[in-house]
């Protein structure tokens, strides 16, 4: 029987090696050494290939473990998105001391006589009261136009896309303390973001509907 010697190179079957200590000489001398041995630097057996190979596998270990723990914190020192010091300021806002019915009646009748026009009413307050969820006093949107500020605007295609911001709304709600809140979007903080022309435009608007909550509010002014 012939067999091959594990990691030598041979060029042929080796016979079993003799049983006298000659022959076993001859044979171990017909082996050669493979090539892994012949130019590798690293044996996996000696004594300080494994250590260094302990070495080795612990500072991957490491390295791994310093990698896991440091990622959460890199995520947590990167930059937070910005938030505004005051959350409410996209919106203005003022404070009725009336009722809601005639808070909503008479601004109803202000808007109209300054010029106003009235396109919808959306009573969001009735709809959540069907969904039992009542709101004190209630929630009603006015929509409205002022017609001769946004006119030019729609003529001209490169500003016909301030339509997306059309129409003026104002929104009239209560709260639990009993206040009635008249509130809108707030023009002045906006203007800036926008073309010029757009924004003169949504700052002559805006100045009009303040007028004219500034009439209802001195109307019902206890």
Known sequence: MKIRRPGARVNRLLPIPSASPSGRALEMSR???????????????????????????????AALAGLIHLAPVRAAEGPAAPSPANPRAIVAED???????????ALKEQLAADGWNLVAEIDLGSRLAKKNVPLPGGLVILEMTSGGNTIPLLKNEETRYVSALMPCSVSVYGLADGRIMISRMNAS???????PRIADALRKSSAQLDASIARVKAKLAP
Not at 96 to 101: D, E, K, L, N, T
């Open 31 to 61: 082996i050669k050494p493979g090539p892994a041995y012949q130019h590798s630097h690293f044996n996996p057996l000696e004594p300080d290939s494994m250590t260094r190979r302990r070495s080795l596998n612990t500072f991957l270990l």
């Open 95 to 105: 404070a009725v001391q009336a009722g809601f019915a005639d808070t909503l009646k």
């Open 189 to 195: 903080a906006m203007a800036p973001m926008l073309d």
